[in-house]
């Protein structure tokens, strides 16, 4: 079965109008957004979400979508924040040690990478070590909880992309080497 990208005309009144938004801000529609609008509630909910209000935020937050992305291997979202990852002052090394779980170059985006590795691989069981280790490095409590719901934003995306198989449309992230 293929899933399509809707198209604005396809869509309901509401998501056209988060369309235009869209094209608005980012100059298209990207095909991750435009395939919520499968459903009437799904796009204006994952949009409020993605824009909530939150204590990790610019280069932080990518580190967490790049790791959670690999973890997920979803080539779409690996796509994006790559590009994102640059737009925000990654280099592209950099980019691919975060997508390992690590960041040597900075120690507390290090203690961030690691957690959000080890939380996403053990699907939130992860080792309380890294957790004090995050804390130690300078991160509060309340990142730690918007870590988390980062980390379940992206999941999100990166389940709809593993179902949907919707075309890619950023550039194709770098093939990541097994040992680095």
Not at 13 to 38: R, T, W
Not at 70 to 87: F, P, R
Not at 100 to 128: C, E, W, Y
Not at 135 to 154: M, P, Q, R, S, Y
Request: net charge neutral.
């Amino acid at each position: 079965m293929t899933i399509t990208v809707p198209t604005r005309d396809s869509v309901s009144p509401a998501n056209q109008a988060m369309f235009d938004s869209l094209k608005s801000q980012l100059g298209f529609v990207p095909n991750l957004y435009a395939s919520l609008a499968h459903s009437e509630n799904a796009l204006g909910s994952y949009l409020a979400l993605q824009s909530a209000k939150s204590s990790i935020t610019g280069k932080a937050r990518e580190v967490v979508n790049l790791v959670v992305s690999q973890v997920n291997s979803c080539a779409y979202c690996l796509a994006a924040h790559t590009a994102i990852g640059g737009m925000v002052g990654f280099d592209s090394k950099q980019i691919m040690e975060i997508r390992h779980g690590r960041a040597s170059f900075d120690p507390k985006l290090d203690a961030l990478a690691k957690m959000t590795k080890d939380i996403t691989v053990n699907r939130g069981h992860g080792d309380q070590k890294l957790v004090e280790a995050f804390l130690a490095a300078g991160w509060t409590v309340e990142n730690l909880v918007d870590v988390i719901v980062t980390i379940g934003d992206k999941t999100v995306t990166n389940l709809l992309h593993g179902v949907t198989r919707i075309p890619v449309d950023f550039p194709a992230a770098p093939e990541l080497a097994s040992a680095a």
